[in-house]
């Protein structure tokens, strides 16, 4: 190991708030990274992201609510040493590991629920999930009462129904969207890629393959959004998908011409694990570029938001 020690863990609510109000002394923003563990390139991504800006604070819980029935609560990958061994280089003030009896008690009965988004994309086959996202982000937050939040663009839902909870619930945190870190092939590095063995991890590389191929039909012109549809689904014939779709933003609207600024989307299913993927993108002209999903929210425009606060002096700035 290189030397640096290992983030502290903090299993309770009190021992947290004691921490996070250590932190607010040095009057700078303090940057919360919501995590199930299982740590991979794409998590860590995310805090190399928030270490820009100010202390981090990683949240590592899988939370029950937000898997439905049948689905991989019980299997889902819990390595906290070895996950607190990986964040140790990135300078992580400290890592919060809730038990469930520490976020839900017996009588939790209060639920927080987005009514936005519905039926569209993942929570059309997941119902229930973005509920419980809500709900434990929003318990998370009230613990951590972190000053930005950073979430991966690969769960694309996630963020926008996230920053409408933000928006509509006055929460005054700055989101960060990080983008989707892949790994060479183009697979999106998941928790849940380590279930595929060797022959599914070739049929999962269609999913990216799929978005790739909508990326061109844009390029191509495509104006219509059932044809790039087509074109996408075809790369994935005979596969379990559960959607393929473009969508136009922020509201995932299906329509039938191409908008402006869209997300090409993707859920599949391969030997019982359910894969998802997405790329944004922004017409400029003639073409479609990549952006970001959700506005301003990239670490260098929240960064300047924060100094126009006045309140924070921001990690990345240049002493002096
Ligand atoms: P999870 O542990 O799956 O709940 O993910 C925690 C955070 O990491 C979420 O904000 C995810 O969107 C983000 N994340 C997961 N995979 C990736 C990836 N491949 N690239 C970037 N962010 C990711």
């Not at 202390?55 to 990958?77: A, C, K, L």
């Not at 939790?108 to 987005?114: C, E, G, I, L, Y």
């Amino acid at each position: 190991m290189s030397g640096v020690p290992a983030p502290a863990v903090l299993y309770g609510a009190q021992e947290l708030r004691a921490f996070r109000a250590s932190l607010s002394i040095a009057k700078r923003p303090v940057v919360f990274v919501p995590t199930m563990g299982d740590l991979h390139a794409g998590h860590l991504s995310l805090v190399r992201h928030a270490a820009d800006l100010g202390p981090v604070i990683v949240s590592i819980f899988v939370n029950p609510t937000q898997f439905g029935e049948g689905e991989d609560f019980d299997r889902y990958p819990r390595n906290l040493e070895v996950d607190r061994a990986r964040l140790a280089t990135l300078g992580v003030a400290a890592i919060f590991a809730p038990a469930a009896d520490e976020i839900y008690n017996e009588e939790a009965a209060t639920w927080v629920d987005v009514d936005a988004l519905r039926g569209r994309l993942c929570d059309a086959h997941r119902p229930g999930h973005f509920r419980g996202v809500t709900t434990v982000v929003t318990k998370l937050f009230n613990l951590v009462q972190p000053d930005v939040a950073v979430f991966g663009q690969k769960d694309a839902q996630q963020c926008l129904v996230l920053y409408r909870m933000v928006r509509d619930l006055h929460l005054p945190i700055e989101m960060v969207v990080a983008p989707t870190v892949r790994d060479d092939d183009g697979l999106a590095l998941s928790s849940r890629n380590r279930f595929l063995s060797s022959s599914d991890r070739r049929r999962a590389l269609g999913l990216s393959r799929a978005l790739r191929r909508g990326v061109q039909a844009l390029a191509e012109g495509v104006q219509s959004t059932a044809e790039i549809e087509q074109a996408m689904a075809e790369v994935l014939v005979g596969e379990d998908v559960d959607y393929l779709d473009l969508r136009s933003l922020p509201r995932l609207d299906h329509e039938p011409v191409v908008a402006d600024h869209v997300v090409l989307a993707g859920a599949m299913r391969i030997s019982g694990t359910r894969l998802i993927d997405n790329i944004s993108l922004r017409r400029v002209g003639d073409r479609f570029d990549p952006a970001p999903l959700i506005p301003a929210a990239d670490v260098n425009e929240v960064a300047d938001r924060l100094r126009e606060r006045g309140t924070f002096a921001v990690l990345s700035d240049p002493p002096g």
